[in-house]
């Protein structure tokens, strides 16, 4: 299913979105390089999910086109795997029978499908919750449980939408630490949206920023060269992490006043 | 304050206890003359006639005949209900094309159909099913179609990032989904059901309830009408039971609220 080691795995050439009456992002160009891990920030409202939407073939650019592999993007991307913004799981399926679904869905092996969710369900520390319905879950809990149901089908490109807002510290440490370490034994391609900077740089070799909206652009991409495996406790007292933090800050730090004053306005 | 107390005494013994009330205050109207009982029968004498009905078995011949019918045009008009509600909320083309038709036909009052299906039909059971049939199906394909069209857009999007091929996303997520919708539907469509048939068998037929209760007003019987009116809200309170039954076990997933305020059925 990939093409050749250190193509591109998801490449937007100048593609605009608009909405009735809303222009959500202009003539956006970014690119993922296969196997590498991509974060995208920007104020709210600015377009993030929708560049998501495109990329997993949900929605369709209004100019430009998206690229999966090398080959333009039609219909649904069958290689991504998206864990969405908001809550998606079926509501009367049990943790287990939503972290099966996927397999369920492409026909696999019941007996193997059984095991490798028990192995998600250990590893997204839902042991004793599995015959639970989402509606007896917490929050965290539900988006752990997304997480599971987005990695078990093992997809090549991965597109997160601020998966661990709602997550505590400790929690959303060891989430990260998870991803992190999944990521590195997959060389998967993993496009990350937050809100958290700090996130963003801990995890990616990429961070791109993006203009308060409407209409908003590509600010810029810059790179984040700290060596992995990545501590992410230590690095954020890292002086190159604090570094690339300002630079970064300087840029974004405008775009959010911007968007700030529009709210206030 | 008053919920806790509400909580002593479970809601079905208000609900029996309301009921009792008004029997009670019937038969005392009756008793003292202010009720005719000419006019109005009485709780006594209905429930001495649905007694010796019952006993006598003259009622079951009559009984399997409705609830045949009432059956039958629930059975045929869920699933049209469903079948055509499912095909117009997914293919915007014939939903739109549709879409007048459906609701003309649905406006027409189904009564004036029924001696029109008498011609149809005949005077056997068919011709109360068909009655049937158009009520039952029409709030079934509403509030199917209501239940597919307003299912969460992320679901589905999730449902088909994961793989999911139209078959798959109807079994998966459209139908469970619907299913909120379409179980209020039948609770309605029961009632309705039976009431269409009844109206039916009122109108024209040899058997059923119906006809029971039109015999007995042909000879100003009031006690057996209101013995009719009885037998019939006895089965329709016990199918409903039962409907509820189903619909908790397949609805076990979703989150309720005080099952006591339901009324505690089962
Ligand atoms: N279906 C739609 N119809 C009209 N406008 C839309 C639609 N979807 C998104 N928008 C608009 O496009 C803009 C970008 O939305 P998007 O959800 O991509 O923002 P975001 O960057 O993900 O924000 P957040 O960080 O708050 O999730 C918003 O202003 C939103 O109102
Ligand atoms: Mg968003």
């Known amino acids: ?60 650019p209004s100019e430009g086109a998206v690229e999966i592999f090398g080959k333009p993007l039609t219909g649904i991307n069958a290689s991504a795997g998206y864990m969405f913004q908001q809550d998606a799981l079926l509501p009367w399926k049990t943790v287990r029978g939503n972290i099966l679904l996927g397999p369920e869905l492409r026909g696999a092996d019941a007996g193997q499908a059984e095991q490798s969710a028990r192995e998600w369900i250990r590893r997204t520390g839902l042991e004793g919750f599995a015959d639970r319905y989402p509606h007896q879950l917490s929050g965290g809990m539900r988006k752990r449980v997304a997480m599971a149901q987005t990695w078990i089908v093992n997809p090549d490109i991965v597109l997160m939408d601020e ?93 959010v006043l911007k968007s700030y004053e529009r709210i206030q306005a | 304050m008053s919920a806790s107390r509400r909580n002593q005494v479970p809601m079905a013994v208000w609900q029996v206890l309301l009921g009792a009330v ?27 006639r649905v007694w010796k009905m019952v006993a006598g078995g003259g009622i079951w011949e009559h009984l399997a005949a409705t609830v045949a019918e009432a059956s039958l045009s629930f059975l045929i008009g869920v699933s049209g209900g469903v079948v055509f509600g499912f095909l117009l909320a997914r293919n915007r083309f014939l939903g739109d094309l549709f879409d007048p038709y459906i609701r003309i036909v649905n406006a027409l009052p189904r009564v004036v159909l029924a001696p029109i299906f008498l011609l149809w039909f005949g005077l056997g059971i068919w011709s109360k099913v068909a009655l049937g049939v158009t009520v039952v199906f029409f709030i079934v394909f509403f509030n199917t179609f209501q239940g597919v069209r307003e299912v969460d857009p992320v679901m589905v999007n999730n449902a088909r990032m994961l793989g999911a ?16 919708w379409i179980f209020s539907s039948l609770h309605i469509s029961i009632g309705f059901a039976i009431i269409a048939v009844v109206v039916g068998e009122y109108l024209g037929s040899s058997r059923g309830i119906g006809y029971l209760i039109s015999q007995a007003e042909g000879v100003f019987d009031t006690t057996g009408v209101f013995a009719g009116m009885a037998i019939l809200a006895g089965v329709v309170l016990a199918v409903g039971a039962l409907v509820d039954r189903l619909e908790r076990y397949l609805l076990r997933w979703k989150a309720r609220d005080s099952d006591a305020a339901r009324g505690g059925v089962s």
């Open chain 1, 163 to 255: 998966p661990f807002g709602a997550l505590d510290v400790h929690t959303r440490l060891r989430m990260e630490g998870e991803i992190l370490a999944l990521w590195a034994g997959s060389r998967k391609t993993v496009m990350f949206v937050t809100h958290d900077l700090e996130e963003a740089i801990a995890l990616s070799d990429e961070v791109a920023v993006l203009s308060a909206g409407p209409a908003s652009r590509l600010v810029g991409v810059y790179q984040v060269g700290l060596e992995r495996p990545r501590n992410l406790i230590d690095i954020k007292t890292d002086p190159r992490f604090v570094e690339i933090y300002r630079s970064i800050w300087g840029d974004l730090r405008e775009e």
């Open chain 1, 1 to 60: 299913m990939n093409g050749s080691p250190g193509g591109t795995a998801i490449r937007f050439q100048g593609v605009t979105k608009r909405f009735p009456g809303y222009t959500a992002v202009q003539n956006i160009s970014l690119e993922a390089r296969e196997g590498s891990f991509l974060s995208v920030v920007g104020p709210s409202g600015c377009g993030k999910s929708t560049l998501l939407n495109m990329a997993a073939g949900l929605t369709q």
């Open chain 2, 165 to 180: 091929s139209e078959r798959q996303l109807i079994r998966h997520v459209l139908i469970p989904s619907a299913l909120t």
């Open chain 2, 22 to 48: 008004l029997l009670l205050g019937w038969e005392a109207g009756a008793k003292t003359g202010v009720l005719q009982p000419f006019f109005f029968s009485r709780p006594s004498d209905v429930l001495a």
